[in-house]
């Protein structure tokens, strides 16, 4: 079965860190590129970061930019996000997400989420 | 980069139809056949309905579909039924280092 397990989400402090992952199965990992997208409470999506199959190209939004490093691991079959300087407007859960083949976008699987609350 | 504009919300009728547009830019809607649609039911992970403007994924319903005219996606869902209700996202594509856009969402409720 094509799965996606996230992990690492909690409370932490504003100006903490914290680091995300991502366990995939049931396809091969390093022919997709991935994504992680999040959701604030009460909001709508948010495309958060992109890394390209074999690792070598990574995008962010500009919201995240300078303080979230997305990054795979091929041979476990893992996607990272670490993330610092966090801040209260980074309260999300964060899904990550698998791109269709040959598409930097149109994810069609994603995980069941982990939540991250920055506050203190 | 502003989201992509969405209708906050639809409602309908069992068994009509609706449409939901999605506005964008040349930059990103406009400018490339990457617009894809998502169905998400609170709590549960989103899903795939359309990608490319048009595609469906295998397992989809052809009640669902997709096109776009100039800067404007529209999702079309026929024959609508309960478990329909939902909030549904576009996404597109964009030139700029951010890569996706996602649309607001939109809030279809069945009535």
């Known amino acids: 079965e094509v799965q996606l397990l996230e992990s690492g989400g909690g409370l932490v402090q504003p100006g903490g860190s914290l680091r995300l992952s991502c366990a995939a199965s049931g396809f091969t990992f390093s022919s997709y590129t991935m994504s992680w997208v999040r959701q604030a409470p009460g909001k709508g999506l948010e495309w958060v970061s992109g890394?390209?199959?074999?690792?070598?190209?990574?995008y962010y939004a500009d919201s995240v930019k300078g303080r979230f490093t997305i990054s795979r691991d091929n041979s476990k079959y893992t996607l990272y996000l670490q993330m610092n300087s966090l801040r209260a407007d980074d309260t999300a859960v964060y899904y990550c997400?698998?791109?269709?083949?040959?598409?930097?976008?149109?994810?069609?699987?994603w995980g069941q989420g982990t939540m991250v609350t920055v506050s203190s | 980069q502003s989201a992509l504009t969405q209708p906050a919300s639809v409602s309908a009728s069992p068994g009509q139809s609706i449409t939901i547009s999605c506005t964008g830019t040349s930059s990103d809607v406009g400018g490339y056949n990457y617009v894809s649609w998502y169905q998400h039911h609170p709590g549960k992970a989103p899903k795939v309905m359309i990608y490319?403007?048009?595609n469906r994924p295998s397992g989809v319903s052809n009640r669902f579909s997709g096109s776009k005219s100039g800067n404007t996606a529209s999702l079309t869902i026929s024959g609508l039924q309960a478990e329909d209700e939902a909030d549904y996202y576009c996404s597109s594509y964009t030139r700029s280092s951010t890569l996706v856009l996602f649309g607001g969402g939109t809030k279809l409720t069945v009535l």
């Open positions: 490319d403007v048009s």
């Open positions: 997400a698998k791109s269709v083949s040959g598409h930097w976008d149109a994810f069609d699987i």
């Open positions: 890394i390209y199959n074999s690792g070598d190209s990574t």
